[in-house]
């Protein structure tokens, strides 16, 4: 395969890889665990070495922005490391990363340092007995001093809070996360929530469209449709008089699909070429075995599974896609 041809039989080329460094989290977010979680063994998972090993594939093929994704990728030792080795490769036009932020207060600084450009931190409550509610195990005063360490760090225009919307238990908060965002000059997200797991909800029920969440900002904020786009799925709006956008990922009212340029490797080195769909090809062996060559024809097999659409259904009782989301990397 040349330089930037990873390309999937619908024609969409793949420039964004989302490279999971663990399965392990300090919480235990409702709709992305199970209460009880069993993790992987690490005899497992991909070592930094290997996960390095990956990056350094994909980047050869093309892909020019990486995410570092978990589980929480702040709990696995020595991210920094990674991070700053992945950031060498040329080619490598944007690294980033997602976390939950109970970690940022003591790695805001390191990983600036190592050469990430970007964070977009979880946060689904401002209040405290609701985000236990959805993190089980979430310590919100940690979350926020981490996000006010990554503003000083980065700068607000380079951190993002990142919200997943539960019907009935935190879609009525979301107004008061937007002003948390405008207040601190940042961005924020939206997510509709997808059926992975068996998290306990009934998705149908829980679920809260970012179309009645764009309502809900609208009775409150004037707002304005943009066409900045940061790579990934979110479309954009602009907050007059502001310098934050709130976004909306929206996997079912707004399927963007047809514009998808990600894959997903898991931290056991599982390639999903799409987050929807159980498809996928297992990297480690020809990783652990140094064969860059068989690790480019397993990436090359994998755009060729990449389905033109994923298969999200809100309405049966259980999730189709067995697997939780801390499994593939959110």
């Known amino acids: 395969m040349a330089v930037n041809d990873i390309q999937d039989t619908f024609g969409r080329k793949v420039k964004y890889l989302r490279l999971s460094v663990t399965d392990r989290c300090d919480f235990r977010c409702t709709y992305c665990m199970s209460e009880k979680m069993e993790f992987l063994?690490?005899?497992?998972?991909?070592?930094?070495?290997?996960?390095?090993?990956?990056?350094?594939?994909?980047?050869?093929?093309?892909?020019?922005?990486?995410?570092?994704?978990?589980g929480e990728p702040l709990t696995r030792k020595d991210l920094p490391w990674l991070a700053s080795r992945i950031r060498e490769l040329a080619g490598l036009r944007e690294l980033t990363i997602t976390t939950n932020g109970s970690q940022l207060a003591k790695f805001a600084q390191p990983l600036?340092?190592?050469?990430?450009?970007?964070?977009?931190?979880?946060?689904?409550?401002?209040?405290?007995?609701?985000?236990?509610?959805?993190?089980?195990t979430g310590n919100l005063p940690?979350?926020?001093a981490g996000i006010d360490a990554a503003?000083?760090?980065?700068?607000?225009?380079?951190v993002k809070l990142n919200t997943v919307l539960i019907r009935d238990i935190n879609h009525l908060q979301a107004n008061d996360l937007v002003r948390f965002a405008l207040a601190r000059g940042i961005d924020i997200s939206f997510i509709e929530q997808m059926?992975?797991?068996?998290?306990?909800y009934h998705h149908a029920d829980s679920y809260y469209s970012n179309t009645e969440m764009l309502e809900q900002v609208k009775q409150h904020f004037e707002v304005f449709p943009s066409v900045e786009s940061t790579g990934g799925p979110a479309r954009y709006w602009r907050v007059s008089g502001h310098e934050s956008r709130i976004g909306f990922i929206s996997p079912h009212s707004h399927n963007f699909c047809a514009?998808?340029?990600?894959?997903r490797v898991t931290a056991r080195g599982e390639l999903f070429p799409c987050l929807g769909n159980e498809g996928m090809v297992d990297l480690l062996p020809a990783?652990?075995?140094?064969?860059?060559?068989?690790?480019?024809?397993?990436?090359?097999?994998?755009?060729?599974?990449?389905p033109k659409a994923h298969t999200f259904d809100l309405t049966q009782p259980a999730s189709s896609i067995v697997r939780f989301m801390s499994r593939t990397g959110g």
């Open 41 to 70: 063994p690490r005899s497992e998972i991909l070592s930094l070495e290997e996960c390095l090993q990956v990056a350094k594939t994909f980047v050869g093929l093309g892909v020019d922005k990486i995410r570092l994704t978990g």
């Open 112 to 136: 600036v340092q190592a050469g990430i450009d970007r964070v977009n931190i979880s946060l689904d409550s401002l209040e405290p007995d609701t985000f236990h509610r959805i993190t089980r």
């Open 142 to 144: 940690q979350v926020l």
């Open 151 to 158: 503003i000083e760090a980065w700068g607000p225009r380079h």
């Open 195 to 200: 059926p992975l797991g068996e998290t306990g």
């Open 259 to 263: 514009d998808c340029n990600r894959m």
């Open 287 to 306: 990783v652990r075995a140094g064969d860059e060559g068989r690790v480019r024809d397993l990436i090359a097999q994998a755009a060729g599974l990449k």
